[in-house]
């Protein structure tokens, strides 16, 4: 199975500040068909998973624009360009270019 | 809009079998385009993946449960379940189901269900 691998795993930032999280796989998530597969979650405290990113930097519907996604094969970056205080909570990245899915450790974000 | 609920027993006795569904409403479990899983979150803990079922059966699971997991659709009843046998502690989650894309039907893992709460304890 495709390890995911996230740093940091906690990150303080200052609301109005950029933040950034890393993403790597084990394998390379470049699909045949020219996609890659890296998806993002943000867990808010006490909810379920909520898409963000797909296929390493498409933001899903109503996902602001200070979140964006980069990276290609098996290194990915998520980030966001000013803190707020509604972005307080746990981000995984995910795999999706196998059936079988994995997930990153987390990476907790908290408002200084 | 998609929505999918989860509903079980919250409480298993060590060694008895956990037995959830997934209710989906707002869309068909019989699409051509996603597989329906489950995930696991022990309390303070990150995500693990159980296994993804398409509507015609054919699953997938995650090797380090596969000999205690089943899951199994029901189509007339838009609904996909989890059975996991011989349960210790270490199985004591939040349990959520969720839709799962495919890639050659460029669709993604979008809708999550709220999660129920598993313990095992005698």
């Known amino acids: 199975d495709i390890v995911m ?41 006490g909810q379920s998973p909520q898409l963000l990113i797909y296929e390493v930097s498409s933001r899903f519907s109503g996902v602001p624009d200070r979140f964006s996604g980069s990276g290609s094969g098996t290194d990915f970056t998520l980030k966001i360009s000013r803190v707020e205080a509604e972005d307080v909570g746990v981000y995984y990245c995910m795999q999706g270019i196998h059936l079988r899915r994995t997930f990153g450790q987390g990476t907790k974000v908290e408002i200084k | 809009q998609l929505q999918l609920q989860e509903s079980g027993p919250g409480l298993v006795k060590p060694s008895e079998t956990l037995s959830l569904t997934c209710t989906v409403s707002g869309g068909s479990i019989s699409s051509s385009s996603y597989y329906w899983g489950w995930i696991r979150q022990p309390p303070g803990k990150g995500l693990e993946w159980i296994g993804s079922i398409y509507y015609s059966g054919s699953t997938y699971y995650n090797p380090s449960l596969k000999s205690r997991v089943t899951i199994s659709v029901d189509t007339s009843k838009n609904q996909f379940s989890l059975k996991l046998s011989s349960v210790t502690a270490a199985d004591t989650a939040v349990y959520y189901c969720a839709r799962q894309g495919i890639a050659v039907a460029g669709t993604t893992d979008d809708y999550w269900g709220q999660g129920t709460l598993v313990t095992v304890s005698s």
């Not at chain 1, 609301?15 to 867990?43: E, F, R």
């Open chain 1, 5 to 45: 691998t996230q740093t940091p795993l906690s990150l303080s930032v200052t609301p109005g500040q950029p933040a950034s999280i890393s993403c790597k796989s084990s394998q390379s998530l470049l699909h045949s068909d020219g996609k890659t597969y890296l998806y993002w979650y943000l867990q808010k405290p």
